[in-house]
C-alpha cells in the first residue's frame, strides 16, 4: 500500500461511492461518472487517489482504463480492521463473563 491513508481515503463520499461501484467488477471511468453527480474528471481525480491509496487498481482495455478493487490493498486494510474486531471480541469476553459472575452470585443470595 501507498503512503496514503486508505481510511482516510475512503472517509471522502465520492470516493467512497466509486469504490462501492467497483465492489461488482471493473468499470470505465465514463460508467461510474454515469452513476455519481460529479464529472468524468472529477472521477479521474477520485481515482487516482484511490489508486494511490492502494485500493484500486487500473487495467488497459483496448483504448480505455478499467478500474477495480486491489485485492491486495484490501487485504492491507482487513489486517488493519481486524485488530479491532479481536480487541473488541477480547472486551466483548471479559463483560460476557463478568455478567455471568454478578448474575451467578445474585442467585445464590
Same mark, same amino acid.
Given at each position: 500500500?501507498? %503512503?496514503?491513508?486508505?481510511?482516510? =481515503?475512503?472517509?471522502?463520499?465520492?470516493?467512497?461511492?466509486? /469504490?462501492?461501484?467497483?465492489?461488482? #467488477?471493473?468499470?470505465? &471511468? #465514463?460508467?461510474?461518472?454515469?452513476?455519481?453527480?460529479?464529472?468524468?474528471?472529477? &472521477?479521474?481525480?477520485?481515482?487516482?487517489?484511490?489508486?494511490?491509496?492502494?485500493? &484500486?487498481?487500473?487495467?488497459?482495455?483496448? %483504448? @480505455? %482504463?478499467?478500474?477495480?478493487?486491489?485485492?491486495?490493498?484490501?487485504?492491507?486494510?482487513?489486517?488493519?480492521?481486524?485488530? /479491532?474486531?479481536?480487541? #473488541?471480541?477480547?472486551?466483548?469476553? &471479559?463483560?460476557?463473563?463478568? =455478567?455471568?459472575?454478578?448474575?451467578? *452470585? *445474585?442467585? @445464590? @443470595?
Amino acid at each position: 500500500m501507498a %503512503n496514503v491513508d486508505p481510511i482516510a =481515503t475512503l472517509a471522502d463520499p465520492s470516493r467512497k461511492r466509486i /469504490f462501492e461501484l467497483l465492489k461488482s #467488477g471493473p468499470l470505465h &471511468v #465514463g460508467r461510474i461518472a454515469e452513476q455519481l453527480p460529479i464529472s468524468r474528471a472529477a &472521477v479521474s481525480q477520485h481515482l487516482k487517489v484511490l489508486k494511490e491509496a492502494g485500493l &484500486v487498481q487500473e487495467a488497459r482495455e483496448g %483504448n @480505455r %482504463n478499467a478500474y477495480s478493487i486491489d485485492p491486495k490493498g484490501l487485504a492491507a486494510v482487513q489486517r488493519w480492521l481486524d485488530q /479491532f474486531w479481536e480487541d #473488541g471480541l477480547s472486551a466483548f469476553k &471479559v463483560e460476557a463473563e463478568a =455478567t455471568a459472575r454478578s448474575k451467578q *452470585r *445474585r442467585k @445464590r @443470595r
